[in-house]
């Protein structure tokens, strides 16, 4: 599904820097979603957005900031990486409400790398 | 919150046999189930979901069951292929998707 790209697909960085992961969709879905796949741990929420403007966390969201000025976007920021941090990203979308049976549609990933 | 176990982690079956994967949920507010299909390197894309006023869907070979009662959910996969041969994750909904960590399933020619 070309409609929602992550970018990078992969990233390797140092800790303590700052890096900025992209998630775009051309959907128009109202909601959009952070996910770090690990191994042995599945996909974990980072953080959601309902909306422009409105962000919610999600179960890990310690050492993540997100945004989201506009409906399309949804970027990732983490302020200062660390080691820990390691993992597959994904972005998803999905049309309404995460409860409300409306599937969430996933991008590629970005491969990110903390030395 | 929401506690989502998947079992097995992994699963070896011969071409043309089925498989069967388990996941157990602790939320009774959960209300969506939905199945994710994950080859190497790739997205997890949505292959069957059901809602918890439903107790069996089918689609092709795959279908799904859910057991309110106890908080459980499967995944059959009927006349497996080498094609289906990928990791699968199951996830239950009230507010937000929760995962299970996962199934390697296997399909052996």
């Known amino acids: 599904d070309a409609g929602i790209t992550q970018s990078p697909r992969y990233k390797i960085t140092e800790t303590g820097r700052q890096v900025t992961l992209m998630c775009h969709q051309t959907?128009?879905?109202?909601?959009m979603f952070w996910y770090r796949q690990d191994l042995g741990h599945g996909l974990r929420l980072i953080y959601y957005?309902?909306?422009?403007?409105?962000?919610d966390k999600g179960e890990v969201s310690d050492g993540y900031v997100v945004s989201r000025s506009k409906t399309e976007n949804f970027p990732l920021t983490l302020e200062s990486a660390t080691r820990s941090q390691t993992s597959v990203y994904f972005c998803?979308?999905?049309?309404?409400?995460?409860?409300?049976?409306?599937?969430?549609?996933f991008g590629d990933g970005t491969r990110l790398s903390i030395l | 919150g929401e506690n989502v176990e998947q079992h097995p982690s992994t699963l070896s079956v011969q071409e043309g046999d089925s498989a069967v994967i388990k996941c157990t949920y602790s939320?009774?507010?959960?209300?969506?189930f939905p199945w994710y299909k994950q080859e190497l390197g790739k997205r997890p894309q949505l292959i069957i979901d059901?809602?918890?006023?439903?107790g069996e869907k089918k689609d092709q070979r795959i279908a799904v069951t859910l057991n309110k009662t106890a908080k459980h959910f499967s995944l059959h996969i009927t006349e497996t292929q080498p094609e289906d041969s990928a990791v699968y994750f199951c996830?239950?909904?009230?507010?937000?998707?929760?995962f299970g960590s996962g199934t390697q399933l296997t399909v052996l020619p």
């Open positions: 059901i809602r918890s006023n439903v």
């Open positions: 998803a979308s999905s049309r309404h409400g995460t409860g409300s049976d409306q599937p969430q549609h």
């Open positions: 957005s309902a909306a422009a403007d409105i962000t």
């Open positions: 939320d009774s507010a959960s209300n969506y």
């Open positions: 996830a239950a909904s009230e507010e937000q998707l929760t």
């Open positions: 959907w128009s879905h109202s909601y």
